[in-house]
């Protein structure tokens, strides 16, 4: 090998003997080759990609980034105007699948370009040194093209890239622009001219319309280029091209000014005004290394959510990677390309083989499941509250892109945290007849903003516009005991809850049509198939927490149905409904020393015991009762994390239970259910007795007499408890 130092990483040769060099005429036929072999590895990822690419939305911001794209929408600061007008783009004129694929499709060609910078930086770096070292165009194209290929294609099948290619993310185009920093460096470093500069400086500022991460990737490339390249690029004349050169790569935030009034629902900020518009674009909502707008993220999730922001850095790996394989390959000359190349393509193909299953996506519609079931079954001109993003951000995209349930009022109760929602999204909110009280939301009462309380005063009682809740209430995200809702309750039934004031319920009746559909609930994800880190595995949480809330409405339904008509059989269904919930959550949950879910689903069980005993009629089956209900609330005292739980009436009857496990008396005397049984039908009748309009419009009346006192704590709860 020779002494002599790279000229890219050398000062000595990139400063004090450095030449220009073409490398084009002076490896004119192997260009031939690389080019086409660049074309051949670009088609071959984009294959891949596209056999392994989510047909409808997927997780994280996935759905709100393809609703902006479907209708010119303002995404989350900073935007992103690039990556929504192609984006639209791409909807429109695209041919093939869903919104989704067609958006997923750029990012799988963008990922795939990205690949194929990577092969032609590393193999234009191999032949900076050819030129140096003397190498002869045999010994160049052994020990450049194949490590190039090698580095390129590594590089897009990595798990980590190959994870957001296929899917529609800002991610892959960022890599993109990365890639092409890279390359741009690699070619002004041979001939240092303003023209490549300013195709950089261009670059740059492109690129940080799609994502500011990556200023920290062009820094020290501006740096360096400044610094080798002064005597070209440090005058009046090259700075000011290089300055205009990037305004005009900045030019797509002029689309946030054009669309800022004709953002649909949805849409984030208010950027009409200069400071709107410089709000949005620093990110001041936001953080620019914030790493989700939600609450609901887990810890490992959180690190996934890390990870992507290493891609960058992966370009560079890979380069050194096929760097460090030139003096491998020319030490064992004697090969050369025959064993050379099946070597590099057998690597490759064992990088798709290996990861091929894991980063399969074609069949995931788990995230549209959800998104649908969420709205399938509300009905007409609903207004649906939600919170968090992978529930949010999967119906926007059914609404916004496939135009399913538009009749119904999506708020993301987040956004109503901002000013901005009321000022920008509430004149598109006419149809619904939507009334902020004031600037914005705050589950803690401040000045200039309103409670969830105080909103749903205004616009929580027509009935042409009914309220449910999807995901928790904000207030009891940050805490808040009564969730800063204290005269609301909801009513689960399904992913959604009904929201209803307090002293008032749905009719068992009516409660039962909801919980008799077939399809209420999607197919929860198999738990085998995605880790604790994918947003499938909390897709997986939700819906069986939801499906834990049905089941324990319909238990007390069943409990009281049972009692009422004498039948055992609901009894018996509450019992394998809630077993069956509890089956699935042992499986994942099952190891955690404490756990509410699993905990009230024991609780759940015990009680359910409790009841079935008045329909046995021997000995023998009361006290195999009696040891079931030990078990289950031993386990239910075992699992729940309340400080307590050691001296309740649970854990004392179990207690009881073991130490006497032939016991065959009833935990509940008959003439005990009689009455509890006669006082719940008493309190169900009342809480489910319509309001007669006289009453309603009294207390109306009364309400807005009091508006104007609203302010003094103790009047607005008594206010709302007369509501």
């Not at 509430?426 to 007849?433: A, E, H, S, V, Y």
Request: aromatic residues 12%; glycine residues 6%.
């Amino acid at each position: 090998m020779s002494g002599k130092k790279s000229n890219f990483i050398s000062k000595r040769n990139v400063v004090a003997s450095w030449v220009p060099t073409n490398l084009e005429e002076e490896f004119a036929d192997e260009f031939k080759h690389v080019y086409f072999i660049a074309v051949l590895l670009f088609s071959v990822i984009l294959s891949v990609y596209v056999a392994t690419m989510h047909r409808s939305v997927s997780g994280g911001d996935n759905g709100e980034l393809l609703g902006c794209a479907c209708e010119l929408g303002i995404a989350h600061p900073p935007g992103y105007p690039t990556f929504t007008v192609l984006g639209h783009f791409f909807v429109r004129f695209f041919p093939f699948g869903t919104p989704a694929f067609r958006v997923a499709f750029m990012s799988g060609t963008c990922d795939a370009l990205a690949g194929v910078l990577v092969m032609l930086s590393v193999h234009r770096w191999f032949l900076l040194e050819s030129t140096l070292e003397k190498k002869s165009v045999a010994q160049a194209w052994v020990g450049s093209v194949w490590p190039s290929l090698l580095a390129g294609g590594l590089y897009s099948l990595c798990p980590l890239v190959w994870m957001y290619s296929v899917q529609a993310e800002v991610f892959a185009m960022n890599n993109f622009f990365a890639a092409l920093l890279i390359y741009l460096i690699l070619r002004f470093n041979e001939k240092r001219s303003l023209k490549l500069a300013c195709l950089g400086s261009f670059s740059i500022g492109l690129g940080l319309t799609n994502q500011h991460t990556l200023v920290l990737f062009a820094l020290p490339v501006v740096v360096w280029s400044l610094f080798v390249g002064r005597n070209v690029l440090i005058n009046v004349r090259a700075i000011s091209l290089l300055s205009f050169c990037g305004l005009v790569g900045l030019t797509p935030y002029v689309f946030l000014f054009t669309h800022a009034k004709y953002a649909p629902l949805g849409s984030w900020g208010d950027t009409s005004t200069f400071d709107g518009f410089m709000t949005h674009f620093l990110r001041k909502e936001y953080g620019t290394f914030q790493l989700y707008s939600g609450n609901d993220m887990q810890q490992k999730q959180v690190l996934v959510a890390t990870l992507r922001y290493f891609k960058q850095p992966h370009i560079i790996s890979f380069m050194i990677l096929g760097k460090g394989l030139k003096p491998f390959l020319e030490r064992i000359s004697c090969w050369k390309a025959q064993f050379v190349i099946p070597a590099v393509l057998l690597i490759l193909f064992a990088q798709v083989g290996i990861n091929y299953k894991s980063m399969d996506q074609s069949k995931n519609l788990h995230v549209r499941d959800l998104g649908r079931k969420h709205l399938e079954f509300l009905p007409p001109n609903t207004i649906l509250i939600s919170q968090g993003d992978l529930v949010t951000n999967s119906m926007r995209y059914l609404q916004r892109c496939e135009k399913y349930r538009t009749d119904v009022l999506l708020l993301d109760e987040t956004m109503m945290t901002y000013k901005w929602m009321r000022n920008n999204q509430g004149p598109r909110m006419k149809k619904w007849k939507i009334k902020f009280p004031n600037e914005l939301h705050s589950p803690n009462p401040m000045a200039n903003t309103y409670t969830m309380e105080e909103f749903l005063a205004v616009n929580g009682r027509n009935p042409k516009f009914p309220v449910f809740k999807a995901g928790a209430w904000l207030g009891g995200v940050m805490g808040r005991q009564d969730s800063g809702v204290p005269s609301w309750h909801t009513v689960p039934v399904g992913l959604v809850s009904a929201v209803m004031r307090k002293g008032r319920d749905m009719s068992n009746e009516e409660w039962l049509e909801w919980f008799n559909k077939i399809d209420l609930f999607p197919q929860e994800p198999d738990f085998f198939a995605f880790d604790d880190r994918t947003w499938e595995w909390l897709m997986r949480r939700i819906i069986l927490e939801w499906r834990a809330k049905v089941g324990f409405r319909f238990s007390n339904l069943a409990v009281e149905k049972a009692n009422a008509l004498g039948e055992r059989a609901w009894l018996d269904r509450a019992e394998t409904y809630i077993a069956d919930v509890l089956r699935l959550e042992e499986i994942a949950h099952g190891h955690e020393p404490k756990t509410y879910i699993l905990a009230d689903l024991y609780n759940a069980l015990g009680m359910l015991q409790v009841h079935i005993q008045h329909f046995l009629t021997s000995r023998e089956e009361i006290i195999e009762s009696n040891r079931k209900i030990a078990k289950f609330f031993a386990l239910y005292v075992e699992k729940s994390p309340k400080p307590d739980i050691s001296s309740s009436q649970e854990a004392s009857l179990v207690t009881f239970l073991q130490q006497n496990p032939s016991y065959d008396q009833m935990i509940i005397p008959k003439e005990n259910l009689d009455a509890q049984t006669a006082e719940l039908a008493k309190e169900k009748a009342k809480a489910t007795e319509p309001v007669s309009e006289s009453a309603r419009s009294s207390k109306q009346s009364k309400s807005s007499k009091k508006g104007k006192k609203a302010k003094d704590p103790n009047k607005k709860k008594r206010k709302n408890a007369e509501l």
